[in-house]
């Protein structure tokens, strides 16, 4: 059985998703970002049961087709900022060509639950992103903004003033928080 699970945002949600399945007695054959397969196939109470279990750790259960769909564009999106590669391909293309969804289905869905523009989602991530990046201390502007797929340091500072209402000289300063994944 397969269940769509929300908030999944790292490999930590993975562990902690897989360990309370198999605390609870089920056999785990795979989780993922945004999904667990169990080999049992759970009844109401069961699943009700599991939906309680998962809220109490910040996540959820998807049975809403919209809410699941808004869920697999953020999960690819936040891969999609670590990567580095964003800003080298068309979001809408890529969305799709991952989905099989058309983008525009895509858009009005993931708008619906989130209330935002998925390409403002998608530039939050990515801001995020920076901001670990920052916060390390290792790197220079110029190598975040390469790893992170900007085109320049100007470009990268102008969007991260414009998202975050600082310069990356404040943040690195101390100046700002960084923000859970599920959160952003």
């Not at 930590?12 to 945004?34: E, F, K, N, Q, S």
């Not at 992170?148 to 969007?159: D, K």
Request: aromatic share 8%; with cysteine.
């Amino acid at each position: 059985m397969t269940l769509n699970i929300e908030n999944m945002v790292c490999d930590r949600c993975i562990m902690v998703v897989d360990g309370l399945l198999r605390r609870l007695g089920y056999t785990v054959t795979g989780v993922a970002l945004g999904s667990a397969e169990i080999a049992e196939q759970l009844d109401d109470n069961a699943l009700a049961s599991v939906a309680d279990e998962l809220r109490s750790l910040g996540f959820g259960l998807i049975e809403d087709k919209t809410r699941l769909t808004a869920q697999k564009v953020k999960t690819l999106l936040i891969g999609l900022a670590r990567s580095g590669s964003g800003t080298k391909l068309k979001l809408s293309s890529w969305l799709e060509e991952r989905t099989g969804v058309d983008y525009r289905t895509l858009v009005s869905a993931f708008a619906l639950v989130e209330g935002r523009t998925v390409e403002n989602y998608f530039i939050s991530q990515k801001i995020e992103y920076v901001k670990e990046l920052l916060d390390y201390g290792r790197l220079t502007a110029s190598e975040i903004a390469y790893r992170t797929g900007y085109s320049s340091v100007a470009h990268l500072s102008r969007q991260f003033r414009a998202v975050t209402g600082m310069t990356v000289t404040q943040y690195r300063a101390g100046a700002g928080v960084r923000r859970p994944l599920d959160k952003v």
